[in-house]
């Protein structure tokens, strides 16, 4: 289970950084994409992803239980993962609030990794 978990992480945060490659593009250009052709595959291939990440660090949450990491947390990052990869085309998104959801999905996901690695190691 660690190890899907590790690997649908780290594809995750490949994304985030994605994110905000195409937020400064869109914001640079003021331009945005083309909805259909290129947000909304991008932004399903991100959502499979995120859907399997949030299920399997459920199911090892539930089966153990982290200090500092929460299930609310999981459904919290998952949302911004979600929003943020359909925000990042328009030039008109909110830089601060952004660059925030962006922040706390790579902290949240690197916490993650740590863990991951943590009970590898213990293992």
Do not use: Y
Not at 18 to 24: G, S, T
Not at 34 to 39: G, Q
Not at 103 to 117: A, G, P, Q, W
């Amino acid at each position: 289970m660690e190890k899907e978990i590790e690997h649908l992480t780290k594809e995750l945060l490949s994304f985030n950084e994605e994110f905000l490659r195409h937020f400064q593009e869109a914001r640079e250009t003021g331009s945005e994409q083309n909805f259909d052709k290129v947000i909304k595959p991008f932004a399903n291939k991100v959502n499979s992803i995120n859907g399997e990440w949030k299920e399997e660090m459920k199911k090892w949450l539930i089966n153990l239980p982290l200090k500092h990491i929460r299930i609310q947390q999981v459904e919290s990052v998952s949302e911004h993962i979600e929003q943020l990869s359909i925000q990042a085309f328009f030039p008109k998104t909110s830089k601060s609030r952004f660059l925030n959801a962006q922040r706390t999905v790579e902290f949240f996901l690197t916490e993650v990794l740590k863990e991951v690695n943590k009970e590898k190691r213990d293992a």
